[in-house]
Structures are given as C-alpha cells and as structure tokens.
C-alpha cells in the first residue's frame, strides 16, 4: 500500500470519528465517566449550620377534658383565641453537622375568659397556660439537589394549667336563703311534721340554688377549660341538704307552737320564735354558700411524649420548595397516642432569610390519674426565619 492510500485511509477514520462523536459535544454531553458523577449526590457539608425561626401556628381546638368522671366537649376557634389571648411565644431551632442535627421547638400560650351573671354567682373567671416542647435529634438519609429526607426520633412535652375562680353574689346569696327559708315556711304551715318541712325545704333548694349553679355549666366558656369546678354543685347541694336535715325539727316544732296559740299574746311569741329559727337556718346556709362559692380551682397537668417520625423537602426551584413532616408517638409512655403531621409551601427569600406557609395537625390523646385529654388542634402555620 503506497503513503497516499495510508494517508487516504487514516484521513476517513478521522473524519467518521468527528462525525460520530461532534454531536454529542456540541450537545455538550458528558462522557460515561463525568455522567457517573453527575448522579451521585453531594455529600452534606461537614461544618456547623444552624437555623432560628418564629413559627406562629394559629390552630383551633377541639375535643374531650375531663376530671373526676365530669366531661366537657370543647371547641376553641383561631378566632376566638385571637381575642382572648393574653401571651403567646413561639421559637424553634436546629443545629447540624453533617448528616446529624439538633432539633428544639417551643410554644407557649396564656389565654383568659369570664363569664358574668346575675345569679348567685357574680363572675366566673378562666385562665388557661399550655406549653408544648419537642426536643429531637435526626439523620439525613437522602440528600441531593432536589431536597432531603431525615429520620426524626424525640419527646414532646406537654404542660396544661387551668385555673377557675368563683366570685359569689353575696346580695343575691342573702335574699336566695331568706326566701327559700320563707317558702319552705309557708307552704308547711298547714302539714307540720319534721319530714314535710325537709322536704319542702329540699325541693326549695333544688329551685332556687342547685338548679342555679348547674345552669352555669351551660354557660361555657371560650376556652378549653376542663371542667374542675363540675362538683361543686352536688357540694353546695350536701352541705345545704345537711343544714336542712338538722334544723328541720327545731323550726317544725315553732310552726306547730305558732299555729297551736290560742290568744294574741301567744301568737306573737310564737311568731317570734319561728322567725329566729328561720332567721338562724337563713343565714347558716347563706354562710355555707358564701364560703362554698368564694372560692378558685386549678389543675396542673403535664407528660412526656416519646415519637418517632419523619422530615423532608423537595426544591421546586432555586427559590421555591416544599416541605412536610410527620411523628407520632406516646406509646403509652405519657399518651396513649399523639401524632403529628405538617406541610409548608416555601421560599428562599435570600441565601439566609426563609419564610414558610403551610397546616400543621396535632392529635394527642391522654387519660391518666382520672384526667381525660383528648384534643386535636389544627390550623395555618407560617413560620419565618435564617439559617447560617
């Protein structure tokens, strides 16, 4: 073979190995080895990344308090709360190096209520102060450009106290024993026995007082306030019972000795008589109801929640991504259940500065030591913060 043909030769192998590989440069694809690299996702950075944020969670409540066997259904809308807040405080933080990280989150909410009325209670004033604390570590198990997935596993720490005060009408108290005394008087005259006056003066109680103080448990508060004022009643309802039981003779004994007088003389002494007996029994149960209803009640609630969950984010863009997570967790430890599920819509407002819009659920349910809690509370969330 002479030089031309060799020249010739190697002169079209070259030329059908640019026409082979040309468009695949000028697509500006990668060789084998560079797309191998292109998938394999960047390992997380090795040095310290921190993050601060105020969520501001306006959830609505509902559900089931209870104390002592009493159980009260309630309903607390963002709306309401809203404007019975007196306090709110709401941060979270995280701290990461590589593929582990610190996790904090806490809110606080302080909120009051009061219901005025004309009976024999003046005011009824509520107070209720809730924290929730989560503490977790997680692990990043995925990373790449378009988002992450971590393993979450924490506690979550939940304190409730609830505060109720009574404030008695004493005016309202004098007049309800005066006449509930009067009455009972007046329709025994003509059937004296001890057992009667007992039980018209029961049944003047039941209307005047018991019945009064149970009608207070329909005027329900705005506030998910457990019911530990719920005995009162049957306590009020005991003691007057008592104060009744033991007077009853004495003041069926000066009825029958004033309808018994035969002349002015006697009847005015008997008079006399009847009305300081109902005089003394008006004024020892005013006395019963003054200090029984003068009176406040708290509870103090609080229980550690083990969970376990998950965290991720998918970025939609450079700006915009989504993100969600979800625990759940008790295990009978502080709970017998709670589970958690959020999801946001975000931006990367700048390389630091991040602002999120989403819902966040929380159920828990607790019943233990004969208080029952099993509330849900739900609603937006829109949370803002840096990382650096």
């Not at 809110?107 to 102060?129: C, H, M, P, Q, W």
Request: net charge neutral; charged share 25%; hydrophobic share 40%.
């Amino acid at each position: 073979m002479t030089n031309k043909h060799v020249l010739a030769a190697a002169t079209a192998l070259t030329l059908t190995f640019v026409q082979i590989t040309a468009p695949a440069v000028c697509a500006g694809e990668r060789s084998p080895v560079d797309s191998k690299k292109a998938v394999i996702p960047p390992e997380p950075v090795d040095h310290w990344q921190f993050m601060l944020a105020m969520p501001g969670w306006l959830a609505a409540t509902s559900g089931t308090i209870g104390v002592d066997g009493i159980n009260s259904h309630v309903y607390l809308g963002a709306d309401t709360l809203i404007r019975h807040l007196d306090m709110i405080a709401s941060f979270s933080a995280e701290a990461r190096k590589g593929r582990f990280g610190i996790y904090g989150d806490l809110l606080y909410v302080s909120a009051s209520d009061g219901i005025g009325t004309n009976g024999l209670i003046e005011k009824v004033d509520f107070r209720l102060d809730q924290y929730l604390i989560d503490m977790e570590l997680n692990y990043r198990v995925l990373e790449g450009p378009s988002g992450f997935l971590d393993l979450r596993a924490g506690v979550r720490y939940t304190n409730l106290y609830n505060k109720l005060t009574i404030s008695p009408n004493d005016e309202a108290i004098d007049r309800a024993s005066a006449s509930l005394v009067e009455e009972a008087g007046r329709l025994v005259r003509q059937r004296l026995s001890a057992l009667d006056l007992a039980g018209r003066l029961r049944g003047a109680l039941k209307q005047r007082v018991t019945d009064k103080l149970e009608g207070l448990r329909g005027e329900r508060p705005a506030l998910p306030i457990a019911p530990i004022g719920g005995g009162r009643p049957g306590r009020v309802d005991e003691l007057i019972r008592a104060i009744i039981d033991r007077r009853a003779e004495s003041f069926a004994a000066a009825l029958r000795a004033e309808a018994a007088a035969a002349t002015a003389q006697l009847r005015t002494a008997a008079q006399q008589r009847v009305n300081a007996v109902k005089n003394r029994i008006s004024k020892e149960i005013a006395s019963t109801l003054k200090r029984e209803l003068d009176n406040s009640f708290s509870l103090a609630e609080d229980w550690w929640d083990p969970y376990v969950g998950l965290r991720g984010r998918y970025n939609i863009n450079k700006a915009w991504y989504l993100t969600a997570k979800g625990d759940i967790g008790g295990f009978g430890v502080g709970s017998d259940l709670t589970w958690q599920l959020s999801g946001a819509l975000g931006v990367q407002v700048t390389r630091s500065l991040f602002v999120e819009a989403g819902y966040r659920y929380l159920y828990t349910d607790y019943n233990k030591d004969n208080f029952v809690y099993e509330v849900t509370q739900s609603g937006v969330e829109i949370t803002a913060g840096i990382t650096f």
